[in-house]
């Protein structure tokens, strides 16, 4: 069921803000703002919509359509007589109302690529906390790492009780290959994903041709936008040159840089690289960028330069 979220806010910066963060949870809702000129399609296209109003500025919108409507106030009193964006507050009542009205706010599965610049715990540790124990309402997560064996976790086996992920990238490059073949080759493993296991030789990954790999990523992707498996999913990708890297970037959601610190000599040299990453990403898709710093401890996760009161 299509529903949108319309924004009266005359602020920008705080729109444009609002937009990202509302999008990361609800992919598949129409955001706008009612000033827009594509407003009347929307509505035409959405049988549900969520109303969000800058109460400082404008009173509760006027209810001009037979469409069912729900109205949330942007601003809130944190408790110090100050009025604040509490965007944890706002996606509540948004799950809230969609729940009572059969709306699906997330059919479908969100394939994730993370490019880890970071040692072994760092990485595992980034994706425990961003993935493992994410609020994301599906029940499993397949896990796919395109790496040298020799950097996958312990806990990924080979042979024949664990599938094998050598086996299912041959299996990618046949003409027949389908996204419903992948399951073939997964099993859980005992971090609590699904997957395929480590290569039956360290660097099986990097004999096979590249293009047999995009149509290994593309078919996750097909495989994770079925609705009925209620799955997520999250490629691995160590190790490869940024021109395969940026083929594999196109065929996923979104993306994820994980690099040492805001402060590290690599990060000015890798301005061009993230920029290359930001031209190939699809429609709709964000490129995350972390640092290894904000792992340490606790998970602190911007996906975008939002101002101080959001």
Same mark, same amino acid.
């Given at each position: 069921?299509?529903? #949108? ?26 955001? +706008? ?11 035409? *296209? ?14 509760? %919108?006027? $209810? ?28 509540? @009542? ?5 729940? =009572? ?12 690529? @993370? ?19 994410? #609020?994301?309402?599906?029940?499993? !997560?397949?896990? &796919?790492?395109?790496?040298?064996? !020799?950097?996958? %976790?312990?806990?990924?086996? /080979? ?8 086996? @299912? ?16 080759? +997964? ?22 041709? %590249?293009?047999? *790999?995009?149509? @290994? &990523? ?8 079925? $609705? ?7 490629? *691995?990708?160590?190790?490869?040159? =940024? /021109?395969? !890297? ?21 990060? !000015? ?16 898709? &964000? ?10 401890? /606790? *998970? ?11």
């Amino acid at each position: 069921m299509a529903f #949108s979220i319309f924004i009266y806010e005359n602020d920008e910066a705080v729109f444009t803000s609002l937009k990202l963060r509302l999008t990361h949870y609800f992919s598949d809702a129409y955001i +706008i703002n009612p000033s827009e000129s594509k407003n009347k399609l929307v509505k035409d *296209v959405s049988e549900f919509t969520i109303v969000l109003f800058d109460n400082r500025q404008f009173k509760m %919108p006027e $209810k001009r359509t037979t469409q069912k409507c729900d109205y949330i106030p942007l601003y809130s009193d944190d408790g110090n007589n100050n009025l604040v964006i509490d965007c944890s507050r706002i996606v509540l @009542l948004i799950k809230n109302i969609l729940s =009572t009205s059969n709306v699906e706010d997330s059919p479908t599965g969100k394939l994730n690529l @993370l490019l880890p610049f970071a040692y072994i715990d760092e990485r595992e540790n980034f994706i425990n906390k961003n993935f493992v124990n994410s #609020s994301s309402s599906n029940q499993y !997560i397949i896990r &796919i790492d395109l790496m040298s064996g !020799i950097r996958m %976790p312990s806990s990924f086996k /080979t042979g024949a009780d664990t599938g094998s992920l050598t086996e @299912l990238i041959k299996d990618a490059g046949k003409a027949d290959f389908t996204p419903d073949r992948i399951l073939d080759y +997964i099993n859980p493993d005992s971090l609590g994903f699904l997957s395929p296991g480590k290569p039956l030789h360290p660097d099986d990954v990097f004999d096979v041709n %590249p293009s047999h *790999v995009v149509t @290994l &990523i593309s078919n996750f992707r097909r495989l994770i936008q079925n $609705k009925e498996l209620k799955a997520d999913g999250i490629v *691995v990708c160590e190790g490869w040159k =940024t /021109t395969d !890297i940026l083929k594999f970037v196109s065929k996923c959601d979104d993306v994820h840089l994980l690099i040492p610190s805001r402060t590290c000599d690599e990060i !000015i040299g890798m301005e061009d690289f993230i920029g290359a990453i930001k031209r190939s990403l699809s429609t709709n898709s &964000i490129l995350h960028i972390h640092y290894c710093e904000d792992y340490k401890n /606790t *998970v602190s996760k911007e996906l975008i330069n939002a101002p101080a009161n959001i």
